[in-house]
């Protein structure tokens, strides 16, 4: 089945350490995406890519990075830098060119320990 | 500044009647709003499009309507079961017509 798959479904980190969430997708799909979700607020977008090899910052960027090497792929970094880390990861895909429905993953939880 | 409201209260309903859910948004101009169902940890999972040209679309119990005059959209779902408890999530494209802004989503439980 198509899907997309998010590993690992609980991230714990230690302070001052960078974490990467995986992103995998096998729809075939062009644009992928990264979002954020804390209790009280609505998904808000990190990254997106609209093709391999690019990528835009969204909403809130500042203490992620992300690559886009392969088309199925799309791993989220969560560095140091971001003070806090802690909420639901969503990774998305869809076709691209807008007006399209986004497919998501199951989500990562990040912790602080 | 730019919002989209959802009704963050949890709306309770009977078995067998109408939800009918709210979407509001200030300071968009969307050419499309979308609306998905998010379980507890889960992710969404995409339900209907709607484009700013329809007034409605239909989908087996799920209908939503959308009126850019009044910036606003209703989903309803029609003979509701306990099984259609979850988050609705509305998204509408903003700064660009792949990205899109999510709503806090509203609760809805039905009642057996």
């Known amino acids: 089945d198509g899907g997309i798959t998010q590993s690992p479904k609980y991230l714990f980190r230690k302070e001052g350490q960078n974490v990467t969430l995986s992103c995998e997708q096998n729809?075939?799909?062009?644009?992928m995406y990264w979002y954020r979700q804390d209790p009280g607020q609505g998904l808000r977008l990190i990254y997106y890519s609209q093709i391999v090899n690019d990528f835009q910052k969204g909403d809130i960027a500042e203490g992620y990075s992300v690559s886009r090497e392969k088309k199925e792929s799309f791993p989220l970094t969560v560095t140091s830098a971001q003070k806090n880390p802690t909420a639901f990861y969503l990774c998305?895909?869809?076709?691209?060119?807008?007006?399209?429905?986004?497919?998501f993953g199951d989500g990562t939880r990040l912790s602080i320990l | 500044s730019q919002k989209i409201e959802q009704n963050s209260e949890a709306l309770n309903i009977q078995e067998g009647k109408t939800a009918t859910l709210t979407c509001n948004y200030t300071n968009y101009s969307p050419a499309y709003l979308q609306w998905y169902r998010q379980d507890p940890g889960r992710g969404p999972v995409f339900l209907l499009l709607?484009?700013?040209?329809?007034k409605e679309k239909r989908k087996e119990r799920l209908k939503v309507t959308f009126d850019t005059t009044l910036k606003q959209s209703l989903f309803h779902i029609t003979a509701s079961q306990p099984a259609d408890s979850a988050t609705y999530l509305c998204a509408l494209n903003s700064g660009g017509y792949q990205k899109v802004t999510f709503g806090i989503g509203t609760k809805l439980q039905v009642i057996p």
């Open positions: 729809l075939n799909h062009d644009a």
């Open positions: 709607i484009r700013e040209n329809e």
């Open positions: 998305a895909s869809s076709i691209a060119g807008g007006n399209q429905p986004q497919h």
